[in-house]
C-alpha cells in the first residue's frame, strides 16, 4: 500500500491481515517468551502451498483502460518484493520454482 496505484478498496481489504499479524502474535506469545518448534513446519508448509499458489498467477497483469501492466506477484512467488532494497533477499529473483521456493520457506 505504499505506492499510490496500490491503494484500491481491494488491495486494502485484501492487504489489512498484515497490519493486525504482529500484535495478535505478541499477545498470544505473551507469558511464553518462545514459539514452539512445531510452528516452522506448519509454517514452511502454508508457505510452500502459497507459493505454489503463487506461481499460477502471473507476475504481471494487463487491465483494459490500463496502459502499463500492473504487477502484482501474489505471496512473493516470482521475486522478492522490489521496493525491498536488502540486496541478500534477492538473490534467487526470477529463479526456478524448484530453488526459489526453499529460499522463500526459509526467509
Same mark, same amino acid.
Given at each position: 500500500?505504499?505506492?499510490?496505484?496500490? +491503494?484500491?478498496?481491494?488491495?486494502?481489504?485484501?492487504?489489512?491481515?498484515?497490519?493486525?499479524?504482529?500484535?495478535?502474535? %505478541?499477545?498470544?506469545?505473551?507469558?511464553? #517468551?518462545?514459539?514452539? +518448534?512445531?510452528?516452522? &513446519?506448519?509454517? &514452511?508448509?502454508?508457505?510452500?502451498?502459497? #507459493? %505454489?499458489? #503463487?506461481?499460477?498467477?502471473?507476475?504481471?497483469?494487463?487491465? +483494459?483502460?490500463? +496502459?502499463?501492466?500492473?504487477?502484482?506477484?501474489?505471496? &512473493?512467488?516470482?521475486?522478492?518484493?522490489?521496493?525491498?532494497?536488502?540486496?541478500?533477499?534477492?538473490?534467487?529473483?526470477?529463479?526456478?520454482?524448484?530453488?526459489?521456493?526453499?529460499?522463500?520457506?526459509?526467509?
Amino acid at each position: 500500500l505504499k505506492h499510490p496505484e496500490n +491503494r484500491t478498496i481491494g488491495r486494502v481489504l485484501t492487504s489489512g491481515h498484515h497490519l493486525l499479524f504482529i500484535p495478535l502474535i %505478541c499477545y498470544l506469545l505473551r507469558g511464553r #517468551g518462545v514459539i514452539d +518448534r512445531r510452528a516452522w &513446519a506448519v509454517s &514452511a508448509v502454508i508457505t510452500s502451498l502459497l #507459493g %505454489c499458489f #503463487g506461481r499460477l498467477v502471473p507476475k504481471m497483469v494487463s487491465y +483494459r483502460g490500463v +496502459r502499463e501492466p500492473v504487477y502484482v506477484n501474489v505471496n &512473493a512467488a516470482h521475486e522478492f518484493w522490489r521496493d525491498v532494497k536488502i540486496p541478500f533477499l534477492h538473490l534467487f529473483d526470477r529463479a526456478p520454482a524448484w530453488q526459489y521456493l526453499p529460499f522463500l520457506i526459509a526467509v
